[in-house]
């Protein structure tokens, strides 16, 4: 059996042994046992996760925001249902993790399917709120270290999460917000759109490989109204070590160099 | 139309308009017209070139080497039929290049039906012959300032261009060595081979971005037994302003970064 994410004239294809879960919720989700990739989730169509690559994109998510930050206490996480964004958070020792996620079957269903979260779900540190994202970032009174939005791929729901009025809202809140961006390089558009709505007063756009998105390729913008898109590769080593963080894919050099992008994709952006 | 190319426990799917050009020799050569990427050339059942993305694989392949070198004036491409490397060499105003193909077919085959080499294989510096990359190293009596291996998937013409002897032969006869090293994703005990087999005494693996290659994600490894690796920013800006090249894809900031690799790939390789 197989699965074909299709993209714009071109599609990736995943052998399935298997389908251990589907439902048709606020979203259709489905997740299932891979030859290559272990389990897979797949919401409305389009590949979240699969066990092989997740902690390429989750460590790319997290890791750099986390270690611009001098001492992240408070953290919110927008979406990232199946757990990876708290897991690698949580490798920060932070105080308090609030995590907003609007489907709680994404949640539940990760969380007997797949499990990649670790038990950082169960954390004591670790809040989780059944609702809309957007919402809660418009009446939030308090203020997070990081911001880090685990969204799916621009649809009716998520859509909103792409906003110039939720990027302001998020600016006001942290010292630094993150998102992933889509894929520069099939969906220019929403990449670009990201971009141009994202008006922090710095902001910068970085790049990871994950082999299960859209020919490879992935994106994630940070920004922030106070702080700087700190590069400086001692600073970030220093703090890596410090936190004695362990990772599959992250180093601080990847850290530095995920900001040089190709010049197609500068030209995009410029 | 579909074409797939299959990996293991996975596939890239591209809609095909029309076939363009079929013909079994040495190898099985296809070319297509496909939907999103522009005419595709496919050797064995693999994906070698689109047109959308293949200036993305030949100037990384081709621009580090020749920036390494302060004046690269002899260069051998072995390999390379479609001509997309030697356009590329040919950006640095070489006096001399060789480019050494064993299947004559290939390269007919791309001069008629796609021209990626916009006239570069008939510009008066570039010599073709038509044999086996491998005697001719082995034979070659010259020096060459950078030697640029732009090979298929090792299979049996091109596994080869793997061994050690062949790397040998290399190193004797240039300054700076270059070729494409698989996917460490896809492919890693062929990407470790290569590493392993290039006993070059300074050696670096990097990396690119290429959509239509496994899961995005292509190698490329530069040697030199007489040479550094050299990634000072400063003098690799200077010649790619000093020589006005003109690309899509690299940047001296790219050609820098492009070795920092993620942890589990220098793993396999440490």
């Not at 979240?48 to 997740?54: G, I, P, Y």
């Not at 953290?75 to 995590?99: C, F, N, Q, S, W």
């Not at 799916?152 to 729901?157: K, L």
Request: with cysteine.
């Amino acid at each position: 059996m197989e699965f074909v994410e299709r993209y714009n004239g071109s599609g990736l294809l995943i052998e399935v042994e298997k389908i251990l879960y589907e439902f048709k919720g606020v979203q259709h989700i489905q997740i299932f046992q891979t030859k290559s990739f272990g389990k897979m989730l797949v919401l409305d169509g389009k590949i979240q996760l699969t066990e092989k690559d997740e902690a390429f994109y989750h460590e790319m998510l997290v890791h750099p925001a986390m270690l611009m930050h001098e001492s992240p206490k408070r953290v919110l996480v927008i979406g990232g249902g199946d757990g990876g964004a708290v897991r690698e958070v949580l490798k920060h020792d932070p105080k308090d993790v609030v995590m907003v996620e609007i489907d709680e079957n994404v949640v539940k269903a990760c969380k007997e399917y797949i499990g990649i979260d670790m038990g950082a779900l169960e954390d004591s540190r670790v809040n989780i709120l059944f609702e809309d994202g957007l919402e809660f970032v418009r009446n939030c009174r308090g203020r997070f270290d990081v911001v880090i939005v685990d969204g799916t791929d621009p649809n009716p729901i998520s859509q909103a999460l792409i906003s110039k009025e939720f990027y302001r809202d998020c600016a006001k809140i942290c010292d630094y917000f993150v998102t992933q961006s889509q894929s520069p390089f099939a969906q220019p558009d929403y990449f670009k759109s990201i971009y141009d709505n994202a008006e922090f007063k710095n902001k910068a756009v970085y790049l990871g490989f994950v082999p299960t998105y859209p020919h490879g390729l992935w994106s994630y913008l940070i920004g922030s109204d106070v702080m700087k898109i700190a590069l400086d590769l001692n600073v970030i080593r220093k703090r890596f070590e410090k936190r004695s963080i362990e990772t599959i894919y992250y180093t601080p050099e990847i850290h530095v160099s995920a900001f040089a992008l190709p010049k197609w994709i500068a030209h995009l952006i410029r």
